[in-house]
């Protein structure tokens, strides 16, 4: 178990509609990553928060948005769905320090029909 | 910019076979290596990591080492088990930034 927990575990929903995920990190960690995970893409990083504020951007959509609130969970928000939007979606936590490996949840499958 | 190259296909061997999985990485300044591994349905668990160059990360059999001159970072395991069944992924941190790049990833496969 990674101490990260995220919810739900699956979610089926269909194009145009909006989503939100949520991720609570382990205990002790400031740091919040989320990734895509999609067969054709790979692993792709989307965005990173510490201690509440948006630390690092990387390939998320502008439909695509997230946040980190002062109990640290993070909650990833997806509108607009698109088919191509379906994947799976992780949420990592890791403390401050370089090297300092990140850790992940079980992750959220979704589904646009 | 900062990536991570992994071997092309999945890799089936016998069990009590050796493991290899190469990786490559380009980077700028001095990035931490990690192999994690993600069982079925599961997140990724880190495997082994290595935070400077020459240092050898190991744990559970599997072994790698940070090699700075060939920018590389392989996988290695001396006796595959039926359980080390899983994708393998090599990711690096970027510098002064601990968010991951990941390589593709390899299914290893390991037949009784």
């Known amino acids: 178990d990674s101490g990260v927990t995220q919810t739900p575990k699956h979610l089926i929903t269909a194009t145009g509609q909006r989503v939100t995920l949520r991720c609570s990190p382990r205990s002790g960690d400031l740091s919040v990553y989320w990734y895509q995970q999609s067969l054709d893409q790979g692993l792709q990083f989307l965005i990173q928060?510490?201690?509440?504020?948006?630390?690092a951007k990387g390939n998320i959509l502008e439909r695509f948005s997230a946040q980190q609130f002062p109990d640290l969970h993070s909650e990833l928000n997806l509108s607009s769905l698109e088919l191509g939007d379906s994947a799976l979606y992780f949420c990592?936590?890791?403390?401050?320090?370089?090297?300092?490996?990140?850790?992940f949840g079980n992750g959220t499958r979704l589904t646009v029909t | 910019g900062n990536s991570v190259t992994q071997m092309e296909g999945p890799v089936t061997l016998s069990e009590e076979a050796f493991l290899t999985i190469n990786c490559t990485y380009t980077a700028t300044g001095y990035p931490s290596l990690f192999w994690y591994v993600q069982y079925p349905g599961e997140g990724l668990q880190l495997l082994l990591k290595?935070?400077?160059?020459?240092d050898k990360g190991s744990n559970k059999g599997f072994e790698a080492t940070y090699r700075k001159e060939t920018t590389s970072f392989h996988l290695e395991k001396g006796s595959v088990q039926v359980s080390d069944s899983a994708v393998y992924f090599c990711?690096?941190?970027?510098?002064?930034?601990?968010?991951?790049?990941f390589g593709k990833g390899n299914q290893v496969v390991v037949i009784p």
């Open positions: 990711a690096l941190s970027y510098h002064g930034n601990n968010r991951l790049a």
């Open positions: 990592a936590s890791s403390v401050e320090g370089s090297g300092s490996p990140l850790h």
């Open positions: 928060y510490y201690n509440g504020e948006e630390r």
């Open positions: 290595a935070t400077k160059a020459d």
